[in-house]
């Protein structure tokens, strides 16, 4: 069983700052690809930022100089620190992950893991 869970969504004003953790657990051979999307009601889920094993990062451009993305290879972990957040910023943030994982004797993947998401707001 391969899972991702997130935490470090809430509430938070205009230009205030949060940050989202997420963690990868189960029987994991390798992680390639991580990354945040995000979805409000009513709208496909975008992505707003992803990172490389080899730690190269991309954003959507709406999030450029205010979202960082890191991850940490060894804890099986990635980050999304925001800044500057904006009421547009408010959405469910999904983790996802590009992994393979072992079964039984097996190496299986790649697969393609969601987490469950984690609610921010932003709001006066």
């Known amino acids: 069983q391969v899972q991702l869970v997130e935490s470090g969504g809430g509430s938070v004003q205009p230009g205030g700052s949060l940050e989202l953790s997420c963690a990868a657990s189960g029987s994991i051979r390798e992680i390639n690809d991580m990354g945040w999307y995000r979805q409000v009601p009513g709208k496909q889920r975008e992505l707003v930022a992803s990172?490389?094993?080899?730690?190269?990062?991309k954003y959507t451009d709406s999030v450029m100089g205010r979202f960082t993305i890191s991850r940490d290879n060894a804890k099986k972990m990635v980050y999304l620190k925001m800044t500057s957040l904006k009421p547009e910023d408010t959405a469910v943030y999904y983790c996802n992950a590009d992994l393979e994982y072992f079964s039984g004797h097996y190496i299986l993947g790649p697969l393609e893991v969601w987490g469950e998401g984690t609610l921010v707001t932003v709001s006066s």
């Open positions: 990172i490389t094993s080899k730690l190269v990062s």
